[in-house]
C-alpha cells in the first residue's frame, strides 16, 4: 500500500505570496490531519479533515486554511506569506477519526519565505 | 490542556550501547493515547507504537521496548543494541478522546545520535 504522498516536497516563496500544499491519504484513509514543524515551535497541529468536513482546528491565525475532496485528498493554503511561515508542513492520514487511531505521516513539504 | 515532555534535547551513544529515551505527560483526562514517532533526516514520521491509558503493560518488539507507569505519568522507550540507523530525532505524542482538542500534541523531541 503507498504511503502518503505530499507535494511539493520543497517549496521557496516570497512575502506576501499565497500557496498551496496538497496531500494524497493511504489509500482508505478518510481522515487527514496538518501540522506545521519548526525549530523554534516545534510540531503544531494545523487542522483535521474528515469526509471532507474539518473536524478540528488548531491555534492559527486565518491565513491558513485547508479543504478536502470526495477523495480524501487535502489541500492546504497560506495567504500573505510571512518569514515565520517557514516551516515544514506534515500531512498525516488516519483510517477514520478519533483518538484511538493512529496517523500516518508523509515525507513533508518544506516551505522557505523569503 | 495537555502537555508533554521530553527533557532530553539530545543523546548521544556508541553502538551496541542500550539508550532509554524519557517522556512524561500531563492530562486531565483519563482515557487518552500515547504515541512514539521517529523522525529521520528525510523528515517523515515514522509511528513506533501506540498504548492506552488503559492498558499499563509494558512492550517488547525486537530491539525497542516501552515502559508506561501512569502512576508517574511516563511512557519511556528504550532502544537495545543502538545501531547507526537508529540515529533520528524521537519525539512522544499524546491524544486525548474527550471534547475537540484530539489532535496529537507532541513533545520537543529528543536527537538520538548513534556513534558507529
Known amino acids: 500500500k503507498a504511503g502518503v504522498t505530499q507535494t511539493p516536497r520543497y517549496l521557496i516563496k516570497t512575502r506576501g505570496q499565497q500557496v498551496t500544499l496538497s496531500c494524497s491519504p493511504i489509500?482508505?484513509?478518510?481522515?487527514v490531519s496538518w501540522y506545521q514543524q519548526t525549530p523554534g515551535q516545534g510540531l503544531q497541529f494545523l487542522f483535521e479533515?474528515?469526509?471532507?468536513?474539518?473536524?478540528n482546528k488548531g491555534n492559527f491565525p486565518g491565513r491558513f486554511s485547508g479543504r478536502q475532496f470526495s477523495n480524501s485528498r487535502s489541500e492546504m493554503n497560506v495567504s500573505t506569506l510571512e518569514l515565520g511561515d517557514s516551516a515544514l508542513y506534515l500531512c498525516?492520514?488516519?483510517?477514520?477519526?478519533?483518538?484511538?487511531?493512529?496517523?500516518?505521516f508523509g515525507p513533508g513539504t518544506r516551505l522557505t519565505v523569503t | 490542556a495537555q502537555k508533554v515532555t521530553q527533557a532530553q534535547t539530545e543523546i548521544s551513544v556508541v553502538e551496541k550501547e542500550d539508550v532509554t529515551l524519557d517522556c512524561v505527560y500531563e492530562?486531565?483526562?483519563?482515557?487518552?493515547?500515547l504515541f512514539w514517532y521517529k523522525q529521520p533526516p528525510s523528515g517523515e514520521l515514522v509511528f513506533l507504537i501506540r498504548?492506552?491509558?488503559?492498558?499499563?503493560q509494558n512492550e517488547i518488539s525486537g530491539r525497542y521496548s516501552w515502559n508506561f507507569q501512569k502512576s508517574t505519568s511516563s511512557f519511556n522507550f528504550t532502544i537495545t543494541a543502538s545501531q547507526v540507523v537508529d540515529s533520528a530525532v524521537y519525539f512522544c505524542?499524546?491524544?486525548?478522546?474527550?471534547?475537540?482538542?484530539?489532535?496529537?500534541?507532541f513533545g520537543s523531541g529528543t536527537q538520538l545520535t548513534v556513534l558507529p
Open positions: 479533515y474528515f469526509s471532507e468536513t474539518q473536524r
Open positions: 505524542a499524546l491524544k486525548i478522546s474527550s471534547g475537540s482538542a484530539r489532535q496529537l500534541t
Open positions: 492530562t486531565r483526562d483519563t482515557t487518552y493515547y
Open positions: 498504548r492506552n491509558s488503559f492498558d499499563e
Open positions: 498525516a492520514s488516519s483510517s477514520a477519526t478519533g483518538s484511538s487511531y493512529e496517523q500516518y
Open positions: 489509500s482508505g484513509h478518510r481522515s
